[in-house]
Every structure is written in C-alpha cells, then in structure tokens.
Nanobody, 115 residues
Framework: QVLLVESGGGLVQAGGSLRLSCTAS????????MGWYRQASGKQRELVAT???????NYADSIKGRFTLSRDITKNTLYLQTNSLKPEDTAVYYC?????????WGQGTQVTVSS
C-alpha cells in the first residue's frame, strides 16, 4: 500500500509563490520516478514536471523557468517550488510516483491564482 499526500496549495495573487509538498509512505528512492501533474476545471490532466530516481528532470514548456523540483530524502518528500504564478496556473495539482509494480497518485491540492 503506497500513499502519497500533497500539501501547500492555497490562494495567491498573480506573481506570487507557493511550495507544494508530496510526502510518501516509504523512501522515495524505492520509486523509479516521481512528478507533479495538474488538472484545471474542464481541462485534461497535464504533466508539470517529473524527476527520475537518478535525478533527471523534465519540465513542461509552460512552466519552465518558473517551477523547480527538489527532494528531501530524510522526509520522504518531493517539493514543487512555484514562482511567478499566473492565473492560468490555477488547477488541482497531483503528486505521482511509479515503481516496477504500479503507478500511484495523491489526492491533490488546489492552487488558485487571482489576477
């Protein structure tokens, strides 16, 4: 049983920042990779950023230069630092992880950016 719990979402003005957290129920190095996806109301879920166990990252073009992934191994936590937020970043942000047996999702955390 793999559990992922997101936190850190909220309401922020355009140009502001939030740090989203994803805490796993086991060592994050047991996953092959982790990442963040988001889904805006009425839209498809889209990739935001991923990181492999070895540290290779992939960022969506829409957020490059504004969002950054980082990891705290001792806390079993993956972070997404979101800067220069825009109203179009408003969405539910979901943590994702995968290993040899499956693909896992958190419950999501709401990010709302006001103009």
């Amino acid at each position: 049983q793999v559990l992922l719990v997101e936190s850190g979402g909220g309401l922020v003005q355009a140009g502001g920042s939030l740090r989203l957290s994803c805490t796993a129920s086991r060592s994050i190095f047991r996953f092959n990779g982790m990442g963040w996806y988001r889904q805006a109301s009425g839209k498809q879920r889209e990739l935001v950023a991923t990181i492999t166990k070895g540290g290779n990252t992939n960022y969506a073009d829409s957020i490059k230069g504004r969002f950054t992934l980082s990891r705290d191994i001792t806390k079993n936590t993956l972070y997404l630092q979101t800067n220069s937020l825009k109203p179009e970043d408003t969405a539910v942000y979901y943590c994702n992880a995968w290993d040899d047996l499956g693909n896992y999702w958190g419950q999501g955390t709401q990010v709302t950016v006001s103009s």
